[in-house]
């Protein structure tokens, strides 16, 4: 009976005065809708910048030759055959992998000359693993590992003043330390979220770009692709047992800095819940303090006829509790339907140029992790609770006999 009485009496308290209970609730909701947005809004962001750069011929794991990132020079190439690739394909996480020669080089047109990282591909497995078969606007695709066109990006081609169709010369140092250079012609111009990415890579196949260099069946890198990105030691820690030799690396060991990046993200939310509840909950102080001294006659009344000072300190913690659950549940509503609103992206195109410098798209979509709606609804409902206890403990210290006299 007394859960009963205390939740009869916490609900009609907060109807005595319905305008600023509902006040109030539109305040904690509007708090709760900025947290999970501002959340989703980040998430997104966080999530573009993995995915692109995974996509981005990254990959979940890369395999080198040990000094090949220190120095990407042909030398530092690797003899990695079919036997050996087939070693890493009965790897059960193992989802996809590709074989690629990544190698500097310059490439010169008609008009204009400029350095990029020549890519030889084996276009049949780069479909899934890399942004590459899913991003050519003009022109075609690779059609095969010894297919002897060449695939740039819209800028570089905007740079270098050609377009499709035409020829091109790419120069790169051979196995023999020789300048090598052959003709290519354009069959295909691809768009990227970064414009740097159409700036920076040319692709042709892979067994053209091999026989150009002189390279034999050596290969710069093998990337791969897991069904989990997230779990992926136990992945690397196999294929560097089973390639002693080789450097295996994981994407996160690879890019330092973008991990580091996400960890920064989550710290920010975590510091902008803080903000959010802080500003919540001087109006939630406020109107419980305003509850209470509105109360105090009839607090003192209950405390004569032998109400205890628990059950005070109880009811005000109910009041404040069924403030915070219904703000929490209109919160969470609005956030969701933001959220589904704005499913198709957030166009950031006006902002482009400054999205490039965080490695970010034009494009943006929020995503809302159920991880963000329980930090976040576990946060407010704690620490309101804890603000409440002032008002709930300076009600449970009133006098009874002063209560009831104060005019």
Do not use: C
Request: proline share 3%; hydrophobic share 50%; net charge neutral.
């Amino acid at each position: 009976m007394s859960v009963r009485l205390l939740l009869l009496l916490a609900w009609r308290n907060l109807w005595r005065h319905p305008r600023r209970t509902i006040i109030m609730l539109a305040a904690i909701s509007l708090g709760v809708w900025m947290m999970l947005f501002t959340a989703a809004f980040m998430q997104g962001m966080v999530e573009q910048q993995v995915q692109d750069t995974i996509s981005n011929l990254t990959g979940h794991v890369q395999i080198h030759n040990p000094k090949y990132r220190d120095d990407p020079a042909i030398e530092n190439s690797m003899d990695i055959g079919l036997s050996k690739l087939d070693r890493v394909l009965e790897d059960p996480e193992v989802k996809q992998l590709s074989t690629r020669v990544r190698l500097p080089a310059v490439i010169a047109s008609e008009r204009e000359t400029r350095g990029v990282t020549l890519v030889g591909i084996r276009p049949q497995n780069e479909a899934g693993l890399s942004f590459i078969a899913d991003s050519i606007t003009s022109g075609r695709y690779l059609t095969s590992s010894s297919d002897n066109g060449v695939i740039i990006g819209k800028a570089l081609a905007e740079k270098l003043e050609t377009d499709l169709g035409k020829r091109i010369v790419i120069m790169s140092q051979d196995s023999d330390n020789q300048v090598a250079d052959r003709g290519f012609r354009i069959v295909g111009i691809y768009r990227a979220e970064l414009q740097g990415t159409e700036l920076a890579y040319a692709f042709t196949g892979l067994d053209t770009a091999r026989a150009m260099l002189k390279m034999g069946e050596q290969v710069s890198e093998v990337s791969l692709v897991s069904d989990e990105r997230e779990n992926l030691d136990s992945l690397a820690n196999r294929l560097r047992n089973k390639f002693p030799d080789l450097e295996v690396m994981t994407w996160k060991e690879l890019l330092p800095l973008l991990v580091a990046s996400v960890e920064l993200y989550d710290a920010i939310l975590i510091f902008w819940y803080l903000i959010i509840f802080i500003a919540m909950s001087f109006g939630l102080v406020n109107t419980l303090l305003m509850a209470v001294f509105e109360r105090t006659r009839e607090i003192g009344l209950f405390q004569a006829l032998g109400m205890s000072p628990r059950f005070i300190i109880l009811q005000i913690l109910v009041e404040s509790l069924i403030l915070l659950l219904i703000g929490l549940v209109v919160g969470n509503l609005l956030s969701w339907i933001t959220v589904i609103s704005l499913s198709g992206g957030i166009n950031l195109a006006a902002f482009s140029q400054g999205m490039e410098w965080v490695q970010m798209g034009s494009m943006l979509v929020p995503l809302l992790y159920m991880k963000d709606i329980i930090t976040s609804n576990l946060l407010v409902i704690v620490l309101g609770l804890f603000a409440s206890l002032y008002p709930a403990v300076r009600a449970a210290r009133a006098v009874p006999v002063d209560a009831i006299t104060r005019s």
